[in-house]
């Protein structure tokens, strides 16, 4: 059963009149009004690490990597690998983007601004960009603008996809003004991730425009090579090193274990798929022992196909190897090799192959060197990929770029918007390959929208690959 770490929320309570004598009976100290904001961005932290990037008590990440066909699941088809979905399967999830991230984020910037401490208000936008990304990217429109205004609004009205991406680069340059103000107080240890270092935040910010710059190559009203202009000139002050990447490390103890480690943990029947583990070995990837367990019973590199309709053993199957998803592992969201293929793809749109090349190469070293792979083994890894050209390039790069975005959900956004890795509908496929998913029940119940109509295999706004 997968743990959920922190859960942060905030309770309005109305303050009657009364009698005092020894206490106010009217105010429960342990239901607080008034939380500082260094008590409030831990928990909110963890929250988008455990239920945001690894699923925590929803599905959703977990089951864009089985789109993805990274992740199967041990059980008989159908399930969600062979795209079965239903509404209810995304409720945990709404909630866990509305309810318990977003909101609390809104309430974070709105303190941290009104009390002066505009590094905190920094932090609320970038984190709040980073979930609403995830979410827009997920459900297409969604709500925002009318979102957040509690009991005075019980049923805001869906932004378009157009106006949430608009909203994802206001937010972040706020946020890059806020830390330049340099006002009020700066985190230290409450920060789990960068321990109050606000250049490495400000460059996660501008490594979070060129992401979303680059999502709209393709998307209506746009050009290409101004996307990307938009994006190398972000990157200019994104992230430079492995050491920027924004991660969240954990300890290993009881309740302190990596979300990805409680995914695959037997219970779940979670393994990886043939296809992911298939490619590393075609391509004799040395990155294969680093990232993958061999099967138990048999000592070898083995995915389950998914799609089968028969249980095989759990132990004939790998997990991922410690790196990614040991007790103690760092959850990776934001990695600094995904600011170097971004580099890459966009040099390649503006100016062609051998341009592109040293970023290419750089987002696969510098991920080789993350896992611990020999300068011989990653040179020679290079020269049998061979390099950039104008037929492979963008192949080349967004299949590289996958493999050290290992378990990201940032993946299935590259997958549909340039069909690399180049994925097949999976056996006993109840559709195509879904582009998207569906809004959950519960929404649906309490906030009719007309975008609720929407399949799985609907694009959305930006996708037109």
Not at 121 to 141: E, P, Q, R, V, W
Not at 447 to 459: E, F, G, H, L, V
Request: proline share 5%; charged share 20%; aromatic share 10%.
């Amino acid at each position: 059963m997968k743990k959920i770490y922190y859960i942060l929320s905030f309770t309005l309570i109305t303050a009657f009149a009364g009698c005092k004598k020894y206490i106010d009976v009217n105010n429960d100290p342990n239901r607080p009004i008034d939380v500082k904001e260094s008590l409030m961005l831990p928990p909110i932290q963890m929250l988008i690490s455990q239920n945001i990037n690894a699923s925590g008590d929803g599905n959703l990440s977990v089951i864009l990597q089985q789109y993805l066909q990274v992740m199967a699941l041990n059980q008989v088809a159908p399930n969600f690998g062979t795209y079965q979905m239903y509404h209810i399967d995304m409720d945990g999830d709404w909630n866990s983007i509305y309810v318990r991230t977003l909101n609390n984020l809104n309430l974070l910037s709105i303190k941290a601004t009104t009390n002066g401490n505009l590094n905190y208000a920094a932090i609320s936008k970038i984190l709040s960009a980073y979930t609403l990304g995830y979410a827009t990217d997920a459900f297409g429109d969604i709500p925002y603008s009318q979102a957040f205004k509690g009991k005075e609004m019980l049923t805001p009205v869906y932004d378009s996809q157009q106006q949430i991406y608009i909203q994802l680069q206001r937010l972040l340059d706020e946020s890059i003004a806020d830390i330049d103000k340099k006002t009020g107080l700066t985190p230290g240890a409450d920060d789990l991730i960068y321990l109050g270092n606000m250049a490495k935040w400000k460059m996660l910010a501008y490594t979070l425009k060129a992401r979303f710059y680059m999502h709209l190559t393709k998307a209506p009203g746009t050009s290409a090579a101004a996307q990307a202009q938009l994006a190398l000139t972000a990157l200019s002050n994104g992230m430079q090193n492995n050491d920027d990447d924004f991660k969240i490390s954990f300890s290993g103890s009881a309740g302190a274990e990596n979300p990805w480690q409680q995914n695959f943990l037997p219970g779940s029947t979670f393994v990886l798929a043939n296809t992911f583990v298939d490619q590393l070995k075609l391509r004799n990837d040395p990155r294969l022992s680093k990232m993958v367990k061999p099967a138990t019973e048999t000592g070898l590199y083995t995915g389950r196909q998914i799609g089968l309709e028969e249980i095989g053993s759990l132990e004939s199957y790998s997990i991922p190897a410690d790196f990614y998803a040991g007790a103690s592992a760092n959850n990776y969201l934001v990695n600094y090799t995904e600011a170097a293929f971004l580099k890459a793809e966009a040099t390649f749109i503006i100016s062609g192959a051998d341009a592109a090349q040293p970023f290419y190469a750089e987002g696969v070293q510098r991920h080789m060197e993350k896992l611990g792979v020999s300068t011989t083994d990653i040179n020679n890894y290079l020269a049998a990929r061979g390099p950039l050209r104008a037929t492979n390039a963008i192949q080349l790069i967004m299949e590289e770029k996958s493999v050290s975005n290992f378990l990201n959900p940032e993946n299935y956004t590259d997958w549909r918007r340039t069909g690399f890795p180049v994925l097949n509908k999976v056996k006993n496929a109840l559709s195509e390959i879904p582009r998207r998913v569906l809004y959950p029940n519960s929404e649906m119940i309490s906030n009719p929208q007309p975008q609720q109509k929407a399949k799985i295999t609907d694009r959305l706004w930006w996708d037109n690959n």
